[in-house]
């Protein structure tokens, strides 16, 4: 079992953002990666929205920061935690445009990277970049493709259904020919699309027994992850009930659970961070290599 920390400050959803994080600075969120890092914990998230609607804003979250830029701030600060994109929008972005800016961020951070994806829902976005709505699922497949065709190479060349194009030249580009691809979505297409072109799946809005169906009736690739969403945990003041609610986790199927804990504070956050750790000795903390 693995731990990755759904990184505070960078993405306020309602009901899940504790008081603080809304007036925090760069500082803190510096103090939070840093100690996850010295911890062990296996990943640092941060999500992609480029604007919300202002009236989807209370039922969605409003703060949402860069990833490209986050990330690569925090890779600047840590030094061997992975880096995820949980997650990127597909049909905002050309393939060979996450090929460059992603895999350069990849390079920068030492092969850091873990490059979270999915389709998309919030259409009001997508017609505000002029991305297509209709086909993005059909689109998101043709993008996935060029991505695992053209990453890491200098020469990147592609044609496809959506996407076709002579060779370019991508300098610079990612020292790694492959990159752990993580699956976002809630439908048995999502966890189809992850098992054939992604490393992991992270669901969302699934029900515990939602989660076991689909898995189980899915042959899974050797190696692969089930990422699963934690939040709301004090291991502090609640350890019985923090271990309880990671149990249901692992119980449903999870090799990787994304945690979010309960803190007034940076300092507080670091302390429930490893609390959790006492709770699970026998995880894989820092252990494993990239």
């Not at 990666?33 to 804003?57: F, K, N, Q, W």
Request: proline fraction near 6%.
């Amino acid at each position: 079992m693995r731990f990755g920390l759904t990184t505070p400050v960078v993405c306020q959803p309602p009901g899940q953002a504790n008081a603080w994080e809304a007036q925090a600075d760069v500082q803190d969120i510096v103090t939070v990666a840093r100690a996850a890092d010295e911890i062990g914990y296996h990943h640092l998230t941060c999500s992609e929205h480029v604007g919300i609607p202002a009236v989807a804003a209370g039922r969605r979250g409003a703060a949402y920061w860069d990833p490209l830029a986050t990330l690569g701030f925090l890779a600047a600060a840590t030094t061997t935690i992975r880096l995820a994109t949980h997650v990127l929008v597909l049909g905002y972005h050309h393939p060979l445009e996450l090929v460059k800016r992603y895999g350069t961020l990849d390079r920068l951070s030492g092969g850091r990277l873990i490059l979270g994806l999915g389709v998309g829902t919030l259409r009001e976005e997508f017609d505000l970049l002029g991305a297509p709505f209709g086909d993005r699922g059909a689109r998101a497949d043709d993008a996935l493709a060029a991505l695992r065709t053209n990453w890491g190479e200098r020469v990147a060349e592609y044609h496809g259904t959506y996407y076709d194009y002579p060779a370019f030249v991508i300098e610079p580009h990612s020292n790694r020919r492959h990159v752990p691809i993580w699956i976002g979505g809630s439908t048995s297409r999502s966890l189809r699309r992850a098992t054939e072109f992604g490393d992991g799946w992270v669901p969302f809005g699934l029900t515990t027994e939602d989660l076991r169906r689909l898995i189980d009736g899915t042959t899974l690739p050797e190696g692969f992850d089930v990422i699963l969403e934690c939040p709301g945990l004090d291991p502090l003041r609640r350890p019985e009930e923090t271990a309880r609610k990671v149990g249901a986790r692992v119980d449903a199927g999870a090799t990787i659970v994304n945690v979010a804990f309960l803190h007034d504070s940076p300092d507080e956050c670091v302390e429930q961070m490893r609390a959790l750790t006492a709770l699970f000795p026998e995880a894989s903390w820092g252990s494993d290599a990239h």
